[in-house]
T-cell receptor
Framework: DAMVIQNPRYQVTQFGKPVTLSCSQT?????MYWYQQKSSQAPKLLFH???????NEADTPDNFQSRRPNTSFCFLDIRSPGLGDAAMYLC??????????????FGPGTRLTVL | AQSVTQLGSHVSVSEGALVLLRCNYS??????LFWYVQYPNQGLQLLLK??????LVKGINGFEAEFKKSETSFHLTKPSAHMSDAAEYFC???????????FGTGTRLQVFP
């Protein structure tokens, strides 16, 4: 089945130690998103790629970076994780229909713990 | 600017009772509207979507939603709640800004036996 895959599902890191989360898709969608979701909150968009074009949200800290080496893969790098970065990180993909984003398909998420 | 308001951060119903989760939107153009469900420690799953076809949209798990332009609403309903419906539900809107969905704050549904 076509899907969005995130690895790992659970990640534990130490304060200040860089961490990379990965996302892959078999849907061949041209848009990929990274969201941060904290407990009992809506997902918060960090950034997204429209093909190779990177779009950063204005309030995303510089500590968060992303790479998209090809259509199928996208990475989230947290350069120096702080305690406040502990959250669920969700990857999603979509296509554009009628000039706007269509359904976003989400991966299962990576739960990040910062010690 | 587009936005979504979900009235009621928590809704509790008895098993077998009607489920009604409210969503109001603002958009400068006819929107696309979505309802997603999220179970604990999982990603979001699409329940249903409206993309300017039929105003009554049927989704998975017995849910449906009706687009009412005059009320700028897209409320989610299910005639009979099941214990497995307990989850977080998010309404989202997409308009002419092409790349993003705008999510509501979510409604946590509890189902009591």
């Amino acid at each position: 089945d076509a899907m969005v895959i995130q690895n790992p599902r659970y990640q534990v890191t130490q304060f200040g130690k860089p961490v990379t989360l990965s996302c892959s898709q078999t849907l061949n969608h041209n848009v990929m998103y990274w969201y941060q979701q904290k407990s009992s909150q809506a997902p918060k968009l960090l950034f997204h790629y429209y093909d190779k074009d990177f779009n950063n949200e204005a309030d995303t800290p510089d500590n968060f970076q992303s790479r998209r080496p090809n259509t199928s893969f996208c990475f989230l790098d947290i350069r120096s994780p702080g305690l406040g970065d502990a959250a669920m990180y969700l990857c999603a993909t979509s296509t554009i229909m009628g000039g706007r984003t269509d359904t976003q398909y989400f991966g299962p998420g990576t739960r990040l713990t910062v010690l | 600017a587009q936005s979504v308001t979900q009235l009621g951060s928590h809704v509790s119903v008895s098993e077998g009772a009607l489920v009604l989760l409210r969503c109001n939107y603002s958009s400068s153009v006819p929107p696309y509207l979505f309802w997603y469900v999220q179970y604990p420690n999982q990603g979001l799953q699409l329940l249903l979507k409206y993309t300017s076809a039929a105003t009554l949209v049927k989704g998975i798990n017995g849910f449906e939603a009706e687009f009412k332009k005059s009320e700028t609403s897209f409320h989610l309903t299910k005639p009979s709640a099941h214990m497995s419906d307990a989850a977080e539900y998010f309404c989202a809107v997409s308009d002419r800004k092409p790349d993003k969905l705008i999510f509501g704050t979510g409604t946590r549904l509890q189902v009591f036996p």
